[in-house]
Nanobody
Framework: QVQLVVSGGGLVQVGGSLRLSCVPD????????MGWFRQDSGKEHEFVAG??????SYADSAKGRFTISRDHTKGSVYLQMNSLKPEDTAVYYC????????????????????WGQGTHVTVSS
């Protein structure tokens, strides 16, 4: 069982930036793909970005604005979010997956095994 601690959410104005952090309680480097999802009120979880040790993948809504990165010494994963829009408002979740390969980044919730608690991101216009 991997525990994931998420932080970094908050209130930001349109066009602003936030950086989310996800810290695992054990070494996830080379064992897990890590992903970020978000959930707006009443909607399904939406894939935002994911990363294996060698590959990243982004939702179309995140491309060019968000960057996922991993600290390969600590196993932490980050989501840098720039040029935020009101439609980015959601609860953001970090997750870890064993269902990855060197060429494949999992993108569905069913492929992720462990989940952190959510952090709220609110973008005000």
């Amino acid at each position: 069982q991997v525990q994931l601690v998420v932080s970094g959410g908050g209130l930001v104005q349109v066009g602003g930036s936030l950086r989310l952090s996800c810290v695992p309680d054990e070494d996830t480097v080379n064992r897990f793909a890590m992903g970020w999802f978000r959930q707006d009120s009443g909607k399904e979880h939406e894939f935002v970005a994911g990363a294996t040790p060698v590959r990243t993948s982004y939702a179309d809504s995140a491309k060019g604005r968000f960057t996922i990165s991993r600290d390969h010494t600590k196993g932490s994963v980050y989501l840098q979010m720039n040029s935020l829009k009101p439609e980015d408002t959601a609860v953001y979740y970090c997750a870890a997956s064993t269902r990855w390969t060197w060429d494949y980044v999992p993108r569905s919730t069913e492929e992720y095994d462990y989940w952190g608690q959510g952090t709220h991101v609110t973008v005000s216009s």
